[in-house]
């Protein structure tokens, strides 16, 4: 987790609220990446960036939104908030677009 | 569809006891096959890449392996330290798909 923190670690929220969590590295890292980690589904992507302001879709792009304005932040949005959202999200970041690194994860509740 | 399957689901091993973990995939263009291991409420450590059918990565008592169809995990006379669930990956593009992986138990 060296270089990686992710914040909230904890959050619990309401179905329609939006939420934030921040991913923030300390390694200069190009490409950043958010996923999702759920039971019986491993982790799957969900949105990635590979520079400031270059962001792209992943595989379970579907109400959330991303931004990066520097380097060391990525933000991953949750628009309104649903209770399929609830999951652990996780962070990663890359300096070559290969092996990746990852932040201590977050864990979100939607009641 | 890229995808990735990994057996066994779990898998308990008494320490000293050696044993492969099998990770089976299907992708139209390898770039690299990942291995991580997850501790409980961590995000997950990366442990090896592989990029080519032939390959082999070792780290103390872990070995990776690649052929065209799968990657195995050999993991040789485990500690219960070692004791984790151990993730497999491909990359496909830009697109990373992750297995569901393996829980290893290593009992003393």
């Known amino acids: 987790d060296a270089g990686i923190t992710q914040s909230p670690r904890h959050k619990v929220t309401e179905t329609g609220t939006p939420v934030t969590l921040r991913c923030h590295q300390t390694e200069n890292h190009r490409y950043m990446y958010w996923y999702r980690q759920d039971p019986g589904h491993g982790l799957r992507l969900i949105h990635y960036s590979y520079g400031v302001k270059d962001t792209d879709k992943g595989e379970v792009s579907d109400g959330y939104s991303v931004s990066r304005s520097k380097t060391e932040d990525f933000l991953l949005t949750l628009e309104s908030a649903t209770s399929s959202q609830t999951s652990v999200y996780f962070c990663?970041?890359?300096?070559?677009?290969?092996?990746?690194?990852f932040g201590p994860g977050t864990r979100l509740t939607v009641t | 569809e890229d995808q990735v399957t990994q057996s066994p689901e779990a898998l308990r091993l008494q320490e000293g006891e050696s044993s492969s973990l099998n990770c089976s995939y299907t992708?139209?263009?390898?770039?690299?096959l990942f291995w991580y291991r997850q501790d409980p409420g961590k995000g997950p450590e990366f442990l090896f890449t592989?990029?080519?059918a032939g390959e082999e990565k070792e780290k103390e008592r872990l070995k990776a392996t690649l052929t065209k169809k799968e990657s195995f995990l050999h993991i040789t006379a485990p500690k219960p330290e070692d004791s984790a669930t151990y993730l497999c990956?491909?990359?496909?593009?830009?697109?990373?798909?992750f297995g569901p992986g393996t829980r290893l138990s290593v009992l003393p």
């Open positions: 990956a491909v990359q496909d593009g830009q697109n990373f798909v």
């Open positions: 992708v139209s263009g390898l770039r690299g």
């Open positions: 990663a970041i890359s300096e070559w677009d290969a092996e990746q690194y």
């Open positions: 592989l990029y080519s």
